[in-house]
């Protein structure tokens, strides 16, 4: 029975991370993962994660019961106020609330369920280009039509404003949209204030649904409220909407898949249904969410202190990340390297859309060791002081 199967595409970063950790050369570089990595190339258990799982496997009162099917109030809460603010009126008004889920793809994946089977809705739009795994999720759930709207303009390297409004505005009505609440995964650019405000100008007149993806709240610039001012304009202007929220970025809980599915509403009266169809949805997938990495956010979302420290770490994460881009800025106008390089330093989080080629690229790996997506995506983290020139010289050689 099973001869029928064909094998599936590998996974790029996947591929890419293997390929890394079996090369033995000295100066290698692995700018593909998209996880946090520390000046010496490790990753990072933030102090206060640390702190708060060693007091929670001492806790004697904690037990292996099953968690609720959405997840704890102390957990969905604090997630959903992390996003919208502790002030929202949508939450004090019980017209919005949160959903344990899977990380971030998790919550996405919950979120287009819900949409599909109990708003109907067919059609979604995703950024060009997005993160990889967008439309998938999306036509797993049973979106019928995946359609793009521009983003990139890569002549310019920078956002293609008037594309994307374009597309926006040919978009159906009830078309989900996939928006990047911040640090817009691969390109590291986000709209400006006044351009979020034009892409809802034009939601609002085509009647749009906004579905936002905050993969890296407080990662981009270190301040978790500035990373959720897109959202919570939207949420200020009335839109109804969800928000697929990951903590395996900013609290670097990558494997212990936390996330949360933030939904707001016009009116609490529709709260209640709402929230028994998600319960459905979620018990006839995985009937209810792991609890140690959620214990961990609430315990230090809940403390003032804990969350002080919490903000101290990912301001030292974005900071590094900051001062890599301006020392691979640096290098390559030092070295005069072809092309313009102020994007770099302009983009925001983790990523950067370098505007290298697919050509280019097999060069960085093959000749140079240099592991990045074959869009010239590269994750900043991957840097480091030891080897940010060497991938500079590498990249300067590639575009010679
Ligand atoms: N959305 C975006 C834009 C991402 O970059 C990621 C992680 N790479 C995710 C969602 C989901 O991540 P996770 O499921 O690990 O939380």
């Not at 950790?21 to 570089?29: I, S, V």
């Not at 009505?173 to 390109?187: D, K, R």
């Not at 270190?222 to 001012?229: E, L, S, T, V, Y």
Request: aromatic share 10%; with cysteine.
């Amino acid at each position: 029975m099973f001869n029928s199967v064909e094998k599936g595409k590998p996974i790029e970063v996947f591929q890419l991370n293997r390929m890394f950790l079996e090369d033995p050369h000295k100066n290698k570089a692995n700018l593909g993962v998209g996880a946090y990595r520390t000046t010496e190339g490790k990753p990072w258990v933030l102090p206060v994660v640390r702190k708060t799982e060693i007091k929670l496997t001492q806790d004697e009162s904690i037990n292996h019961e099953y968690l609720p099917v959405c997840g704890t109030d102390a957990f969905t809460q604090a997630a959903s106020g992390l996003l919208l603010g502790e002030q929202s009126k949508a939450l004090a008004e019980k017209r919005a609330f949160g959903v344990q889920t899977l990380s971030g793809t998790g919550a996405l994946r919950l979120g287009a369920e819900f949409l599909r089977k109990k708003l109907g809705r067919t059609i979604f739009y995703y950024s060009d280009p997005t993160w990889e795994n967008h439309h998938q999720v999306f036509t797993n759930a049973g979106f019928e039509t995946a359609k793009t709207y521009r983003y990139w303009d890569q002549v310019n390297r920078q956002i293609d404003f008037k594309g994307l409004l374009a597309d926006l505005s040919e978009a159906p009505e009830g078309a989900v949209i996939i928006l990047h609440a911040c640090a817009h995964n691969p390109t590291g650019s986000d709209p400006t204030q006044d351009q979020w405000k034009q892409i809802a100008d034009v939601m609002e007149q085509k009647r749009l649904f906004p579905f936002f993806d905050s993969a890296y709240q407080g990662f981009a610039s270190g301040d978790p409220d500035k990373d959720a001012w897109a959202v919570r304009y939207f949420v200020d202007r009335g839109f109804e909407l969800v928000c697929a929220q990951s903590f395996a970025k900013n609290f670097g809980l990558y494997c212990e898949r936390v996330g949360n599915l933030t939904i707001v509403q016009k009116s609490s009266k529709t709260t209640e249904a709402v929230h028994s169809q998600i319960t459905l949805l979620v018990r006839a997938m995985y009937s209810n969410p792991p609890a140690f990495g959620s214990r961990i956010v609430s315990a230090v979302l809940n403390d003032p202190q804990l969350r002080q420290e919490w903000m101290d770490c990912i301001k030292t994460m974005s900071s590094r990340i900051l001062q890599m881009r301006a020392a691979l800025y640096g290098h390559l106008t030092r070295l005069n390297t072809p092309g313009t390089w102020n994007h770099i330093t302009e983009q925001i989080g983790m990523f950067s859309y370098t505007g290298l080629n697919e050509k280019q690229v097999r060069i960085l790996i093959e000749e140079f060791h240099i592991y990045l997506l074959k869009t010239g995506r590269i994750n900043m983290c991957g840097l480091n002081e030891s080897n940010v020139e060497y991938v500079a010289k590498a990249i300067h050689c590639a575009v010679t």
